[in-house]
């Protein structure tokens, strides 16, 4: 914008002028959402960071469980007993408007509602471990559900939060800028124009009255 | 309906098999980015990767950052937590903030 050549007539003059105040009040809206969309991250990230420490102390429990029915059990037995799950789970993806930024919510639904009735083996034929740790993962699934849909929606909202700032910035260090500078140009120009406009004015008045002058 | 999927070593994450998630060993790199992309094309909302795999296809998976669907978590294997995700966590971040905070 800086280098393209502007006619400095009242038109565009006025023209600018409607441009800078769209652009001051988009500035000033754009401002807002960031300042509301990073709070609501900050908030986002905090959660995420709880949910991610209680995930991996689950699923640490859980591996260390799973390590020791390794080790008790022959590989073939245990992947036997894995073979066919009991359990099933349906995910149900809604989605949440959040600042203009729609982000996912899951909810899940297991074809078994008792938790206690996942286990898809016989217990004669495997250690006491596997079921611990079973039940190790499945109490920490819910977490990391959770932990699924806010870092889901963590990485769409610093997405989100990274346009709207380059658009703050744009607005604020190149738009509005140039465009007061160009306005400042034209009513420069304008009032030049004027002024020399003023002064052949009065050296016409000066040569009609020397003509008249010399009449006499 | 969507469904979840876990992608990992097999002694990591066999165990998912009984919750009822769809279970996907890979062992390589290539093998399991192959199978990321298949996911993510596929009705499947959630894929769990272990951080183990997740750390040798960083590149892969930052493609899926963007787009609302499927959400990729990294969860730690076998080995514990290797602190890749907190790595992302923080990039994430630094992303939006413009500058690291934590």
């Known amino acids: ?216 | 309906m969507s469904k979840i999927a876990v992608l990992g070593d097999r002694d990591s994450i066999l165990g998912f098999k009984a919750l009822g998630l769809e279970v996907l060993f890979a062992e390589d790199r290539d093998r399991a980015a192959k199978e990321l992309h298949r996911l993510a094309r596929e009705e499947y909302a959630i894929i769990y990767i272990t951080e183990d795999l997740a750390q040798t296809m960083m590149a892969d998976i930052e493609k899926y950052h963007d787009k609302p669907a499927p959400a990729v978590i990294l969860i730690p294997g076998r080995s514990g937590s290797l602190g890749v995700a907190q790595g992302a966590l923080k990039a994430a971040v630094e992303r939006a903030v413009g500058a690291d905070i934590s």
């Open chain 1, 1 to 216: 914008m800086a280098n393209t050549t502007i006619n400095p007539t009242r038109m565009e003059l006025t023209r600018l002028k409607g441009r800078l105040r769209t652009a001051s009040r988009g500035h000033k809206l754009l401002k807002d959402k960031r300042d509301e969309l990073m709070k609501q991250f900050l908030e986002i990230v905090r959660r995420n960071k709880e949910l991610r420490k209680r995930v991996e102390r689950g699923l640490e429990q859980a591996n260390g469980a799973f390590t020791i029915a390794a080790a008790v059990m022959s590989p073939e037995m245990l992947e036997q007993s894995l073979l066919y799950p009991k359990q099933s789970v349906e995910l149900e993806v809604g989605s949440r408007n959040m600042m203009s930024v729609n982000v996912p919510t899951y909810t899940f639904h297991t074809r078994n509602e008792d938790p206690a009735d996942i286990f898809p083996y016989g217990f004669a034929q495997t250690s006491g471990e596997l079921d611990a740790a079973l039940e190790a993962l499945s109490s920490v699934f819910r977490d990391m559900l959770e932990l699924a849909e806010v870092e889901k929606t963590m990485q769409l909202l610093a997405q989100d939060i990274e346009k709207t700032r380059r658009r703050v910035n744009a607005l604020e260090y190149v738009m509005i800028p140039d465009l007061q500078k160009n306005i400042r140009y034209i009513s420069m120009k304008l009032e030049e124009n004027e002024r020399g406009n003023i002064t052949r004015l009065m050296k016409v008045k000066d040569m009609i009255l020397q003509q008249a002058h010399d009449f006499k």
